[in-house]
């Protein structure tokens, strides 16, 4: 019975280590704007505002939701 709990202690151990490891290698990815980003936002348009970034569309049409 004592060699069962240590063989499953183990493996749990190494199963949380495996999964602490995938969890900061996976974070660490930082995918870069696409080149259709490049292509649909004229940058000189961006403005940036204290803590966040406003984009503003080309219509004059009046702003009712915003997408984050």
Do not use: C, R
């Not at 969890?23 to 990815?29: A, P």
């Not at 870069?32 to 569309?57: A, R, T």
């Amino acid at each position: 019975m004592k060699k069962t709990l240590k063989i499953l202690g183990v493996v749990l151990a190494v199963l949380v280590a495996v999964t602490a490891a995938f969890f900061v290698i996976w974070s660490g990815f930082d995918y870069e704007p696409s080149k259709q980003l490049h292509s649909l936002v004229d940058e000189k348009k961006v403005v940036k505002k204290d803590d966040y970034y406003v984009f503003k569309p080309q219509t004059n049409k009046e702003i009712k939701a915003g997408y984050i």
